[in-house]
């Protein structure tokens, strides 16, 4: 009995979850939602038996997601990160539109307040932090950056002049100009001398590059060796692009300044849960404790709803933006 041999163009063609990642790339996805969007596919893929996602529908992905509600106990966001991947798979990759979800059982739980530290608390905080670490801790809480907006700076986001740090392609690609504090400018400006001198001596030997954005890249590879494009906080060696391959001093991983805060968190002796997101939480809530306006709290901040900054308004020291008892 022969085999028959598969056609050229079926050989050729790759397997489905590298189809996923060839588009996912040509359509621009950012790399932490590639890696997202593949691990929810496989698991997806692996919880229905190894099935082939042509055979299944929205029976399935109710499933699956169902499964992820009441076994798994996710938040509404995880399942609704899971069901966006789905949703990409069918409609996207294998072109297989969806109709309605019978029976799905969507996550709903209340917000939870954010946590907040006292100013003394931040001051406690920051004093357990050393190094570029320090300045990192200075600037998520006096400019009320997020982590990768903090490790995702340029030099030449950075205006002492005005003040200000323009922060690029942030949370829903939106770019936004928030504050550069005054106390953390000459530190800053020291910094930036070290970690240019550092640069200079990689270009005097052929290195000196830098990630660049796919379409800068592009239009002007020279600049991935340009001083305004470096890292702020560049990492302490080389390493290869997970993408393209290129050897390039990517910037301090996410992982080192979060360590870091956790550690300085355990010395300081406050029991509550902080993080490198607590410094925003903190800087949204003592600007408005300060009177500030909740609107220019919300371009600070970057939401696109002032509801969303309004979620501060709970946690201050006295409720209502400082409204006075009546009985006081």
Known sequence: ??????????????????????????????LRTEKAYLDWMRRFIVFHGKRHP????ESEI???LNHLANDGQVSSSTQNQALSALLFLFNIVLEKPLGAFEGLQRVRRPPK???VLSKPEVKSVLGGLSGQYRLMGDLLYGSGLRLLECLRLR????DFYQHQITLRDGKGGKDRVTMLPTLVIPELQTHLQTVKAVHERELAVGCGTVWLPEAYARKNPAAARQWAWQWVFPAERRSLDPVTGESHRHHVGEKNLQNAVKSAV?????????????FRHSFATHLLEAGYDIRT???LLGHSDVSTTMIYTH????PGLAVRSPLD
Do not use: W
């Open 266 to 278: 355990v010395r300081s002796g406050i029991t509550k849960a902080a993080s490198c997101h607590t």
């Open 297 to 299: 709290v919300q371009e």
């Open 54 to 57: 042509r055979e299944m529908g």
């Open 62 to 64: 109710a499933a699956f």
């Open 315 to 318: 946690v201050l020291n006295k």
């Open 1 to 30: 009995m022969t085999k028959s041999v598969p056609d050229k163009s079926e050989m050729a063609k790759p397997k489905l979850l590298e189809q996923c990642k060839i588009i996912l790339r040509t359509r621009h996805y950012a």
């Open 155 to 158: 030099v030449k986001d950075i």
């Open 113 to 115: 307040l954010p946590t």
